[in-house]
């Protein structure tokens, strides 16, 4: 770990003791010369694995040709990047930012936007990112920071009745994950976020599917929303869409994007030609490696080999995994650490998160499931 006092420190003693040097594909190299098998991802945002050659070649060969311009002129790779990116999740037209709540601040703002109505109903336990706008949609965290801003209703997460006894006239939109991704990989019942776009349609609200966490591929589907039969009115993008460089993406049905006049919205940022060139990179490896197929090979693999005594419950879908321990998992992730496995928790403290590149090898998980069964028989 860096001893750096100029740096505000935000992660406190959670932070691991570790300093990483290199790192390629699914496999991290410390100071120390140890290695490490990738099953954090970032926080679910490698993909694409680390220093993929088509994605670090893009990127330098953008840096060459035209580094920087904002929205102000047309640049083309902005252009390709909008419609690979709309091609891959079926959504209409896209917008870029630069990170997953700034994207989810500007849904929040155009759905207002479009309906001319204030109120957002949000999820329990969900989570939208730490500005002030995303974080008065949170459901956690927020109270650090009261009064919480704007005009929130919450509901519990795959309540449908809890959700239309608040659904009235004011209610601009519906903000959800369509699994709950911090909360520790929670899914709704069948048919709920379904049912949701149902009643959001019937009573002039829009639906909100931020899939910051859940989208580009992480469940083996390009969108989260698109396995379970829900095509959302505007839909956040963060994490993978970049392939660990930092863009976002607000997507949206060709009917909200006419609601929104010139000079509205606006980012300096947002849509360079480097964040750009990523994302067209990424889209690119994902198509050519197919990774949405392996993102579910290995996690059907993690579903066979991660059952063990000590696990309760195996849950989610493609390289997006939790697991429900019958234990705190924070010292099961520190020891699983020590042994050269990068794991996740979340705000279930019993829950390990596995989010790893869809291009690790499979061994990987032979490896990480002895490590754990030994860790839990002796703990
Ligand atoms: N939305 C979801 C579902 C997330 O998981 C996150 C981050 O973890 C965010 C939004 C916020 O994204 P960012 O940290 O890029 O602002």
Request: aromatic share 6%.
């Amino acid at each position: 770990m860096y001893a750096v006092s100029s740096l505000l420190d935000t992660v406190g003693p959670a932070q691991w003791p570790v300093t990483f040097i290199r790192a390629h594909g699914a496999r991290f190299t410390d100071d120390k010369g140890r290695g490490y098998w990738d099953f954090y991802g970032g926080h679910a945002v490698t993909l694409i694995g680390q220093g993929h050659p088509h994605w670090v070649g893009v990127l330098a060969s953008q840096a060459g040709t035209l580094s920087f311009m904002t929205t102000m002129a047309s640049i083309p790779v902005r252009d390709r990047a909008a419609e690979a990116l709309c091609a891959f999740t079926e959504m209409d037209v896209a917008w870029f930012v630069n990170s997953g709540a700034e994207a989810n601040e500007g849904a929040l703002k155009m759905a207002r936007k479009a309906t001319g109505r204030s109120v957002i109903v949000a999820m329990e336990n969900g989570f939208h990112g730490r500005t002030m706008g995303a974080l008065g949609v949170t459901w956690k965290y927020r109270e650090q920071h009261a009064p919480a801003h704007g005009n929130t209703r919450f509901v519990p997460f795959g309540d449908l009745e809890a959700l239309e006894a608040i659904l009235d006239a004011d209610v601009a939109a519906v903000i959800t994950e369509p699994v709950q991704g911090i909360a520790g990989i929670v899914e709704p019942p069948e048919g709920w976020l379904a049912a949701v776009k149902e009643r959001c349609e019937a009573n002039g609200s829009l639906l909100i599917c931020d899939e910051v966490q859940s989208g580009v591929g992480r469940t083996g589907a390009p969108l989260a929303a698109t396995a379970q039969g829900v095509k959302a009115d505007i839909v956040t993008l963060g994490k993978g869409l970049g392939g660990g460089f930092p863009v976002s993406a607000v997507l949206m049905s060709r009917g909200v994007s006419e609601t929104i006049g010139a000079g509205e919205h606006g980012t300096t940022f947002g849509g360079a030609p480097l964040a750009c060139a990523a994302v067209e990179a990424t889209l690119a490896v994902i198509a050519a490696e197919d990774l949405l197929s392996k993102a579910n090979i290995l996690g059907d693999r993690m579903f066979a080999e991660l059952r063990m005594p000590g696990v309760l419950e195996v849950r989610g879908r493609g390289v997006w995994i939790a697991l429900v321990l019958d234990r705190p998992a924070k010292p099961v992730a520190n020891a699983l650490l020590e042994a050269g496995f990068l794991v996740g928790t979340s705000t279930d403290p019993t829950v390990l998160r596995l989010s790893p590149p869809a291009v690790l090898p499979e061994h990987a998980i032979s490896a990480l499931a002895e490590t754990l069964r030994t860790t839990l028989e002796a703990k």
